[in-house]
């Protein structure tokens, strides 16, 4: 009988529901503020410490939990690694996946999508932390900072794919009641997903295309904000490709450094974000 918490809460081991094995701890390495720590190096000036890109039994705890998918880390080279996090029966394409990588590789970041090996049950999940976004990010008790290994907040960037509501019909809703009733009106609170820097949620797409476009668009928010300039047919601007502007993958090479989980809050770095956030929740 699986246990349960004394206030009658799944216990975190409850909610995972493992495909594979017991890998919760295979990342059980101490993260490190290190934002405030200048005593590391970081020649590629990627956020991940050489140290941990050299490392051996680092590269072998990774390999161990995403298997074949990591293809190492090299601190001659930006590495970005996406750590996927599935909520009751989502999943992202092959396809998408694969035009995640190259996007990012052939503009000098060498991205690997990884997927976590461990599911977690939807029903689990909103009982045991909620169903918004605050519940899924960022609050002190949230499923970030509960349930992803403290080895991989600092290395990897989070993406939570969560399930979509079906209505209006034909798109794609966040995982959130709460999102739902932000706004003057019942269409206004809807939205694809949510980024807060170094992680993000997003509702799983029918559409490859569209599912494309939003995985980029909030994985590049972990450096960008969004463009109000009309030319910008990127998908940080109008959307209309499936791409970033030169500037924006400049900015993005270099602020991949906020990977880097030392703020716990790390939408408080970019004042879009924070904007954000403050018109949804007020």
């Excluded at 949510?194 to 797409?205: C, D, H, I, M, P």
Aim: a negative charge.
């Amino acid at each position: 009988m699986p246990s349960r918490n004394t206030d009658g809460r799944p216990s975190r081991r409850e909610v995972l529901s493992l495909t594979g094995g017991v890998v919760g701890s295979a990342i059980g390495v101490s993260g490190i503020a290190y934002a405030a720590d200048r005593s590391f190096t970081d020649e590629d000036g990627d956020g991940i410490p050489d140290e941990k890109e050299r490392s051996e039994s680092f590269h072998r705890r990774l390999r161990g939990t995403f298997g074949d998918r990591f293809d190492g880390l090299d601190p001659d080279r930006r590495d970005l690694l996406i750590d996927a996090r599935y909520v009751g029966e989502t999943s992202v394409t092959d396809g998408t996946k694969t035009r995640i990588e190259s996007i990012f590789r052939d503009h000098g970041i060498f991205a690997q999508w990884l997927d976590h090996p461990v599911r977690y049950d939807r029903e689990l999940v909103e009982e045991r932390y909620g169903t918004t976004d605050q519940d899924i990010l960022w609050t002190p008790d949230s499923f970030y900072h509960d349930v992803i290994e403290d080895g991989l907040k600092d290395v990897a960037l989070q993406v939570i794919v969560v399930p979509g509501r079906p209505e209006p019909p034909g798109k794609g809703r966040i995982y959130s009641p709460w999102i739902q009733r932000a706004g003057p009106g019942p269409e206004s609170g809807y939205v694809n997903g949510l980024s807060v820097g170094n992680r993000a949620v997003v509702t799983q797409q029918r559409d490859p295309e569209t599912e494309a476009k939003l995985l980029l668009h909030e994985i590049a928010h972990l450096v960008l904000c969004h463009d109000d300039d009309p030319n910008n047919r990127g998908v940080m601007g109008t959307g209309a490709e499936f791409d970033l502007t030169a500037e924006e993958w400049e900015r993005l090479r270099d602020g991949l450094p906020r990977i880097r989980d030392s703020t716990g809050f790390d939408v408080g770095l970019r004042p879009c974000l924070w904007d954000e956030h403050l018109r949804t929740t007020f």
